[in-house]
């Protein structure tokens, strides 16, 4: 049997708790959901506060004498659709900064709901509710599943003096070699860089290894992933170097 509820409350993105009506009461139901397949068939979806979803109700295998409820699936979300309704040809929406476990989110000043927020590399860190702008794409999809941008950024000295001379070719130290980039450190301005490993750079990975300084340049863009900028290798300083 299939019951209908709205999500009250999350604890992360594949549990918190329901609210439902039973037998012409509310009842109250904590859900678990990581493994649903019903949520992937179509891409990628994030709960939300407020999600009217569809459940099945099981036992809980890890409390005696307990019920919890599985296999969600979104049917809608009024408030998600009032912020679709509100949101201007600027695509911006307003509210509150909110730093939660490492993580950065706009609460959105009418419904009070929460989206992820994804800060400039450079930018300094809004102070906590500062009441801040970001935005969105306006569809529902896409106000689920990306990150909403921060507006009116402000940066830290260290990166505006180097985005007046980010054309020229910079010494970097490298700070840690991962699986697919190098991370790197620019010591003149106190700011991080990424250099992804191609099939050029990992025929020079044991050189690099030995590395005192890497010589490298800005691409105009930014890896969007790690939230650092990008560079291009253009030359090794190693030991044996005179």
Excluded: W
């Amino acid at each position: 049997m299939r019951y209908r509820g709205t999500i009250r409350k999350l604890f992360n993105n594949y549990s918190g708790v329901i609210t439902f009506e039973k037998d012409n009461s509310i009842e109250i139901i904590h859900f678990y959901n990581e493994y649903n397949t019903l949520m992937y068939e179509i891409g990628k979806t994030s709960l939300f506060l407020f999600d009217e979803v569809m459940f099945s109700i099981c036992s809980n295998l890890t409390k005696e004498n307990d019920i919890i409820a599985t296999d969600l699936e979104i049917i809608g979300n009024d408030k998600m659709q009032y912020i679709h309704s509100i949101i201007g040809t600027d695509n911006i929406i307003q509210g509150y900064f909110r730093k939660i476990n490492n993580s950065y989110y706009i609460k959105e000043v009418n419904t009070k709901m929460f989206f992820k927020l994804l800060l400039p590399y450079g930018s300094i860190l809004p102070s906590d509710n500062l009441f801040i702008r970001a935005k969105v794409d306006n569809d529902i999809k896409s106000l689920r599943n990306k990150e909403a941008f921060l507006e009116d950024v402000r940066y830290q000295k260290g990166y505006l003096e180097f985005m007046e001379q980010k054309q020229l070719v910079h010494v970097a130290i490298i700070k840690n070699i991962q699986s697919k980039s190098i991370i790197i450190d620019l010591p003149k301005f106190g700011i991080e860089g990424c250099i992804i490993i191609n099939g050029t750079i990992k025929r020079r990975l044991k050189q690099i290894y030995l590395a005192n300084h890497l010589y490298v340049v800005l691409i105009d863009k930014q890896y969007s992933h790690l939230q650092r900028l990008l560079f291009n290798l253009t030359d090794i300083k190693d030991s044996s170097n005179k």
